[in-house]
Nanobody
Framework: QVQLVESGGGLVQAGGSLRLSCAAS????????MGWFRQAPGKEREPVAV????????YYADSVKGRFTISRDTAKNMVYLKMNSLKPEDTAVYYC?????????????????WGQGTQVTVSS
């Protein structure tokens, strides 16, 4: 059973940056494909960025390419999402998730374990 705890969300002005962190326990980030997802009010949860268990593969949603970067620190058992040039449309609850040993898993159905989420609000 993998437990995930997100942190780093908050209120930021458009154009600003945030770094989200996801602390994993009960399993290692190196043995899981890890993903960041987000859900805005009234919308479905969507994938934002994914890193494969091997870390050789990544995926980014078109809306965040060039602005967001997913990374992991296996020594700390952490996954990060660095978000630059934030836009009001990035406002959402951001979730960290683990999919088990996998390549680049984009579908929510692949993910077994989820964190509680952290709110990101971008003001215009």
């Amino acid at each position: 059973q993998v437990q995930l705890v997100e942190s780093g969300g908050g209120l930021v002005q458009a154009g600003g940056s945030l770094r989200l962190s996801c602390a994993a326990s009960g399993g290692t980030v190196s043995s899981n494909a890890m993903g960041w997802f987000r859900q805005a009010p009234g919308k479905e949860r969507e994938p934002v960025a994914v890193i494969s268990a091997s870390a050789f593969g990544t995926y980014y949603a078109d809306s965040v390419k060039g602005r967001f970067t997913i990374s992991r620190d296996t020594a700390k058992n952490m996954v990060y999402l660095k978000m630059n040039s934030l836009k009001p449309e990035d406002t959402a609850v951001y979730y960290c998730a683990a999919a088990g040993p996998s390549g680049v898993a984009v579908s929510l159905n692949h993910y077994k374990y989820w964190g509680q989420g952290t709110q990101v609000t971008v003001s215009s």
